[in-house]
């Protein structure tokens, strides 16, 4: 009796020891932080699934949640122009547990369109890519070139149907900013993110769509969608495909472009371990990572993580330019000025 209770505790203790080790390895594993989570992140994608947001945030957040080993559930909320999954974040406890995402110059300018009473001074920055638009038509379009779009947008005011993920999205800033440049009238046609715009598109219920490089490679890679320009200053290659994409500056030489920073966001005034700890992991795991590197190269994005100051430094181009663009417009209840976003 009493040899079969000394097996018993041996066994109890050798139990313990090998969770301790588990436990233990699993801390290793996870790395040494300021912050370690004990449930789920709540990661809201304030746009569709399949968009760039969406698959921008989920590639990062795959390399977030190895670094923590802790799980990070995308939670797709789209609507109002992506304010609506803001604004649940914004809601939520700021514990560090809910965080957002999206493209910087989304979240800068929802104060001055009155969608949120939020602004960038409110959320730590960790962007992850740098995005350009490309002007694409469905493969079976008449417009060859971007010189025959042009002609059929003033051929055709307000007729060109053109697919976005709505207003405030980056290919709704795109064709405003285009339209502050040559005068043209489009007509705008809205979806509930960038990928059902581009399946639109190819599907023949619009003839254009502005969208990003990550929404449409797919596409043009296939053949479904013909690239006629890119808005940046240099022209565009694309891994898998074949030929260059032009820079709209062979058109615009005035045209004045900025990057497009997309990142994830978290409340400022969550507890400082999580921004320690997320800062940790931007600078050892995010800013060094192969895998999302290899994402931006086979998806035509620029690979450009930082966080804090400079992440805003980087991205508040687009954030001055599409404020200002939207002020201009009538499209604003107050000056950008008044958020502190100067003229670019």
Do not use: C
Request: charged share 20%; glycine share 8%.
């Amino acid at each position: 009796m009493k040899k079969s209770k000394v097996l018993l505790i041996t066994l109890i203790l050798a139990l313990f020891s090998l969770s301790a080790l588990g436990a233990a390895g699993a801390a290793e594993a996870a790395g040494d932080y300021a912050w370690q989570p004990t449930k789920p992140i709540n990661l809201i994608v304030p746009w569709g699934a399949g968009g760039s947001t969406d698959r921008s945030a989920r590639t990062t957040a795959a390399i977030v949640e190895e670094a923590l080993g802790a799980s990070v559930v995308i939670v797709n909320q789209a609507g109002a122009s992506g304010s609506l999954g803001t604004k649940a974040t914004m809601d939520a406890p700021h514990d560090g547990y809910t965080w957002t995402a999206g493209a910087v110059k989304d979240l800068g300018v929802y104060k001055i369109q009155g969608l949120l009473d939020t602004t960038l001074d409110d959320w730590r920055i960790y962007t992850n890519v740098a995005m350009p638009n490309v002007i694409s038509v469905n493969v079976d379009s008449p417009y060859k070139t971007f010189d025959d779009l042009l002609a059929a947008f003033k051929a055709n005011p307000g007729q060109v149907k053109v697919a976005t993920a709505g207003v405030n999205s980056a290919g709704h800033t795109a064709m405003e900013l285009l339209s502050s440049y040559t005068g043209i009238k489009y007509r705008h046609i809205t979806y509930d993110g960038g990928a059902p715009a581009v399946t639109a598109t190819v599907g023949g219920e619009a003839d254009v769509v502005p969208q990003l490089s990550v929404e449409q490679v797919d596409m043009i890679k296939a053949g479904k969608l013909r690239p006629l320009v890119v808005l940046t200053d240099a022209p565009l290659e694309i891994e898998g495909y074949e030929g260059t994409i032009p820079s709209i500056k062979d058109w615009i030489p005035e045209y004045k472009s900025a990057a497009q920073y997309f990142a994830i966001f978290v409340p400022a005034d969550v507890p400082q371990a999580v921004l320690d700890t997320l800062d940790q992991i931007w600078e050892e795991k995010v800013m060094t990572s192969d895998s999302l590197r290899q994402w931006a190269r086979e998806n035509a994005v620029v690979f450009d993580p930082a966080y804090g100051q400079s992440a805003f430094d980087k991205s508040f181009g687009m954030v001055q330019i599409d404020a200002w663009l939207k002020h201009a417009a009538g499209d604003t209840v107050m000056s950008p000025e008044a958020v502190g976003i100067p003229r670019p």
